[in-house]
């Protein structure tokens, strides 16, 4: 909730989350929250929580798929880039189906990436056809749950392959339905790399170390000098400032844990 009372929605859907929170500031609970609202809903999945620090356990209430280790991590993130490339794959073949181009190497590329029967590819590349504007661009199918990836302290993954596949996820797969969620206790150029970081559209950033971490988390290192320092904020959990794709200036809130019966 912002200062205001209003209800702050993260933009999940179209667009990837970096949540900043130092030791005590509440970044385990908020992703705690996240994971349980889009486990949840009924157009969205998680389709996995990533934590080589913690081994996942903040997570084990939830049926979600874990990586408690480097080599699981890249494993997961991997499969994630698959699902997402047989989407834009799957897309692709609509788009030259009603075209009356060949489908074939599409459709064999969704089959290699997920290991469908080229039947069932085929009837739903048909489906996807039916749902294209006549505009050329790709169409996308409803039916499609949103796929989240949660990344608690990916800057721990001590594994390029994992790094590699998470920036490339960044830039690439908003296009076909999927969020990343990158979660980590510092912000730093070493810890969260510049070009990462550009693609990251809405920020969570709750207490941090210092006020030129802040600056680097909310894009704009003057923001401290103009009041937006999460360096600041007080010991208990969950004041954050949040910076979406359309807010023109960091707005402060505060995440609250509201149980079921009140």
Same mark, same amino acid.
């Given at each position: ?29 908020? *992703? ?31 049926? &979600?798929?874990?990586?408690? @280790? ?6 997961? @993130? ?17 788009? =030259? ?7 074939? !190497? ?24 039916? *749902? ?6 790709? !169409?996308?199918? !409803? ?48 810890? &969260? ?11 969570? &950033? ?22 937006? =320092?999460?360096? *600041? ?11 979406? !794709? ?5 707005? *402060?809130?505060? &995440?609250?844990?509201?149980?079921? =019966?009140?």
């Amino acid at each position: 909730i912002d200062r205001s009372g209003q209800t702050v929605r993260l933009p999940i859907v179209g667009g990837h989350v970096l949540i900043v929170g130092y030791t005590g500031g509440g970044k385990t609970r908020l *992703l705690q929250i996240i994971v349980d609202a889009v486990a949840g809903a009924v157009d969205a999945d998680v389709f996995g929580v990533v934590d080589t620090v913690k081994r996942a356990a903040a997570f084990a209430r939830w049926s &979600v798929p874990r990586a408690r @280790t480097a080599p699981e991590a890249v494993a997961m @993130t991997r499969r994630f880039r698959d699902e997402t490339a047989a989407r834009f794959a799957l897309m692709e073949a609509a788009i =030259d189906a009603a075209a009356g181009r060949e489908t074939g !190497p599409a459709v064999t590329a969704v089959a290699q990436l997920t290991g469908r029967p080229r039947s069932e590819i085929e009837t739903e590349v048909a489906r996807l056809v039916a *749902l294209d504007a006549g505009d050329g661009d790709y !169409p996308t199918c !409803p039916e499609w749950p949103h796929l989240v990836l949660v990344v608690d302290e990916f800057p721990a993954v001590q594994d390029g392959e994992f790094h590699a596949l998470i920036g490339g996820s960044a830039r690439e797969d908003r296009g076909a339905g999927a969020t990343l969620i990158l979660a980590t206790q510092r912000a730093t150029a070493d810890m &969260v790399d510049t070009s990462t970081r550009a693609q990251l559209g809405a920020t969570v &950033v709750l207490r941090t170390r210092t006020a030129a971490e802040t600056g680097y988390a909310l894009g704009d290192q003057s923001a401290p000098s103009r009041g937006y =320092d999460a360096s *600041l904020f007080p010991a208990p959990q969950g004041w954050a400032f949040f910076a979406g !794709p359309e807010d023109q200036q960091p707005r *402060l809130m505060r &995440v609250y844990t509201v149980s079921e =019966d009140q």
